[in-house]
């Protein structure tokens, strides 16, 4: 399962409309970076956040999700509090090809900074924006900057396309849109 490199990368989010909006080149100028590198895409965060707080004690349950348990903020610098989690999306809208399973790794400058990005892998073609779980694992509050880099993905290729794919399936985060919380 070969990693794929950047002008695959550039040609499916051209031609194919696998990364939308599509920046072609990174961008570092005074931002945490972004856009396509040698071998994957490094997202944006959005600036819609859920930042978990638990106010009332609440039991995070997987299976019946509380939306209560978080606050919606819109802003460009989201502060997450200490041992906490906020959840985000990507700028991006992905589409992934059928023979394709997408990993995302959290970037550096974040993981310097006590911040993990958590992502399930993006499965043969799933699409939608990328909820992201970035937990501040310091004891102090961190800020997250909308519009900058946060995550990497990385494109494997498949030796030929699956069986049955996530469309197939309809599996219950297709075409999301906006932060999404948990589903059962």
Known sequence: MPIMPDS????QATRHGMIEPFVEAQKREGVISYGLSSYGYDARVAPEFKIFTNVDNAVVDPKQFDQTSFVDRETDVCVIPPNSFVLARTVEYFR???????VCLGKSTYARCGLIVNV????????????LEISNTT????????????CQFLFFQGA????????????KYMKQRGVTLARL
């Open 139 to 150: 004891p102090l509050p961190a800020k997250v900057y909308a519009h900058e880099g946060l």
């Open 160 to 171: 030929s396309p699956c069986e049955v794919s996530y469309a197939d399936r309809a599996g």
């Open 8 to 11: 695959w990368i550039r040609e």
């Open 120 to 131: 399930t892998p993006l499965e043969p073609e799933w699409e939608g924006h990328v909820t």
């Open 96 to 102: 992934i090809p059928r023979d394709v399973l997408v």
